[in-house]
């Protein structure tokens, strides 16, 4: 279970989250949708601390940290146990795929090389990547970078996976294919929050969906409730854009 209690983050002036409270359960995925600007990825990047929030406090397992004043070995501890999966793929151009997959394995996990290898190479049989362990990124297509990006988040097994708009980056023909290895790894059963703009995703996939705007939480639900019978205003207007409006419930 991971919680987060008023979490607040500012860029200078301008005030990005706005006292931010979501709890996520245990075997849980959890999409976060937004216009462009609502907070939702800097919430996302602040819970591993990609970003440094400005105040507020997550609990994670065992742990209570303030977001404040973390130590480093809270922030230590939450990299070790959460995967992250970035919307530009963020692979090292100089690592192969395979070694890719096996950095944060030896470096993070301090696993033998032998150790290693062997757990990368069975995620990124999962993944259908295991014939391209050799090559570099730049020899891959978006969707095939997509796929390792996401293999090398599987293969920590961490407790959460975080997924910021893993498909925004990607031609629209290689979409479905990234969706559908995400969809593998929810059933899984593990932890999964993730940032899309893919209504169709989160609907088939979700347990539930939260909606921001403005550095706030303005609704959240089950799929069918934000998608089909939203009570907020702002979140109509949001998915009136994506969903005809005649499939709502009034």
Avoid at 46 to 70: Q, T, V, W, Y
Avoid at 156 to 163: C, N, Q, S
Avoid at 213 to 235: A, L, N, Q, S
Wanted: charged residues 30%; without cysteine.
């Amino acid at each position: 279970m991971i919680e987060l209690n008023g979490v607040k983050k500012s860029f200078g002036k301008q005030e990005v989250l706005k006292d931010v409270s979501i709890k996520v359960e245990d075997g849980e995925v959890v999409v976060i949708l937004g216009p462009s600007g609502s907070g939702k990825t800097t919430l996302l990047r602040s819970i591993n601390f990609l970003e440094k929030a400005d105040s507020g406090i997550m609990k994670f397992k065992d742990k209570e940290i303030n977001f404040k004043s973390p130590k480093k070995k809270d922030i230590l501890y939450m990299r070790r146990h959460t995967g992250f999966v970035f919307q530009n793929y963020g692979l090292f151009a100089h690592k192969t795929v395979l070694q890719n997959v096996m950095e944060g394995l030896v470096q993070v996990q301090k696993k033998s090389k032998q150790e290693a290898q062997s757990i990368a190479e069975e995620v990124l049989a999962n993944v259908g990547m295991l014939e391209k362990r050799d090559s570099y990124p730049a020899q891959l297509s978006g969707g095939q970078q997509q796929r390792v990006g996401i293999a090398r988040a599987v293969a920590l097994k961490p407790d959460v996976i975080l997924f910021d708009e893993p498909t925004s980056a990607l031609d629209p023909e290689l979409v479905g294919e990234t969706l559908e290895v995400i969809k593998a790894v929810a059933k899984t059963g593990i932890t999964m929050i993730v940032v899309t703009h893919e209504m169709s995703f989160a609907e088939d996939v979700a347990d539930r969906v939260i909606f921001m705007d403005g550095g706030v939480v303005v609704e959240e639900g089950k799929p069918g409730e934000i998608f089909y019978k939203p009570k907020e205003e702002r979140t109509r207007q949001f998915l009136s854009r994506i969903i005809p409006q005649d499939a709502y419930v009034i």
